[in-house]
C-alpha cells in the first residue's frame, strides 16, 4: 500500500494512406510484433510507456495535483505539458540550491526506536533534529511548490534526504521526458 506515481510518454502511430511512408512503417512494424492486423477504417495504434515513476514522492504528487490538476486528487489521469514539465524540473532545482547544510535524517519523533540495534543517543540526537526543523513543513501557510503532503500511507512529511532524492529524481524523468520528440505527450497519474 501507498502512493505509487507514474508518469507516461504516449504516442499516436498512423498507418493511413496519407501519412509519412515513416509512419506507415512504424505501424506496419508494430502490426507485425504484436501480430495484430489494424481495421482498414482507422489503421492507428497508440503507444505508451511508463518513463518515471516515484513511490511516496508526496511533494511531487501535490505539485501535480495543486499545479494541474485545480487540486483534485481523485487518482485521475492528469495532462503534462512541456512547459509543465520545465516548471516542474525548475521548482526542482530551485529547491535543491536551497537545500539546508544539515538535512533532517528519515526519522520520526512517533517512530519507536529499537535500542539494541540503534544507538540511544543517535537517536535521540535525531529526534531533536527533526523537531528543531518541523517548522519547514506542515505549515498551513507554506507557499513552497513542492512542500510534502500528507496522505493514507503518503510516506514522510519531512524535508529529509528521501524528501531531496525524490527532487533529484524528479529532474531526472523531466530531462528525460524533455528529451523525446515532440511527437510525444504525456500524462501523470498516481494510485493510492
Same mark, same amino acid.
Given at each position: ?11 499516436? &502511430? @498512423? ?6 511512408? =515513416?509512419?506507415?512503417?512504424? *505501424?506496419?512494424?508494430?502490426?507485425? $510484433? ?72 528519515? &526519522? @520520526? ?6 535500542? =539494541?540495534?540503534?544507538?540511544? *543517543?543517535?537517536?535521540?540526537?535525531? $529526534? ?65
Amino acid at each position: 500500500m501507498g502512493l505509487d506515481m507514474y508518469l507516461r510518454a504516449n504516442k499516436y &502511430v @498512423s498507418g493511413w494512406s496519407f501519412t509519412s511512408d =515513416e509512419n506507415k512503417a512504424e *505501424m506496419s512494424k508494430l502490426s507485425e $510484433m504484436y501480430g495484430i492486423t489494424p481495421h482498414e477504417g482507422s489503421p492507428s495504434a497508440e503507444v505508451s510507456f511508463t518513463i518515471g515513476y516515484w513511490r511516496k514522492a508526496n511533494a511531487i504528487h501535490g505539485w501535480f495535483v495543486r499545479e494541474l490538476a485545480e487540486g483534485r486528487d481523485e487518482c485521475q489521469r492528469i495532462y503534462v505539458s512541456r512547459a509543465n514539465l520545465e516548471t516542474l524540473r525548475a521548482e526542482c532545482l530551485k529547491a535543491l540550491g536551497k537545500k539546508p547544510a544539515l538535512v533532517v535524517p528519515a &526519522v @520520526s519523533s512517533t517512530v519507536a526506536v529499537d535500542v =539494541e540495534k540503534t544507538d540511544p *543517543m543517535t537517536a535521540i540526537m535525531d $529526534m531533536m533534529k527533526v523537531q528543531a526543523h518541523a517548522h519547514e513543513f506542515n505549515d498551513e501557510t507554506d507557499t513552497d511548490p513542492l512542500r510534502p503532503i500528507k496522505g493514507f500511507f503518503f510516506g514522510g512529511t519531512e524535508k529529509d534526504e528521501w524528501y531531496y532524492e525524490d527532487l533529484k529524481d524528479t529532474v531526472k524523468i523531466c530531462d528525460e521526458a524533455l528529451a523525446m520528440g515532440e511527437e510525444w505527450s504525456f500524462e501523470y497519474y498516481a494510485s493510492w
